[in-house]
């Protein structure tokens, strides 16, 4: 058993190391385009609609009809800086944060309801 170990060793040892390791550029080739993969189809749009989000938090207004990340619907009745108080019902205002806010609807689609 010791001569087929001492056989594996020897020659593991005898192989050039230079040889198998190739050209370090080629090597990079790989993991670089996996990185630009990764930026273009998930880190580049993820962005882009972060952006948009903050764009759409930052201009609403009193009378905007909202839906919510809870997917409640409702209108808008006061803006603060981190707050907006909805109207759900008559009579029912809550306060949510102006980032729990999902998407703004078109006018009238509370009423539509």
């Known amino acids: 058993m010791e001569s087929v170990f001492n056989f594996f060793v020897r020659e593991s040892m005898a192989q050039d190391g230079a040889a198998g390791g190739g050209d370090m550029l080629s090597a990079m080739i790989f993991p670089i385009l996996l990185l630009v993969v990764f930026y273009l189809l998930l880190i580049r749009p993820q962005q882009k609609r972060a952006k948009e989000h903050k764009q759409m938090v930052g201009s609403l207004k009193k009378g905007d009809e909202v839906v919510t990340n809870g ?6 009745v006061d803006v603060g800086d981190n707050f907006i108080l909805v109207e759900a019902n008559e009579g029912v205002q809550l306060k949510i944060q102006r980032q729990a806010v999902a998407a703004v609807m078109p006018k009238g689609t509370t009423k539509s309801l």
């Open 71 to 76: 997917g409640l619907l409702a209108k808008v």
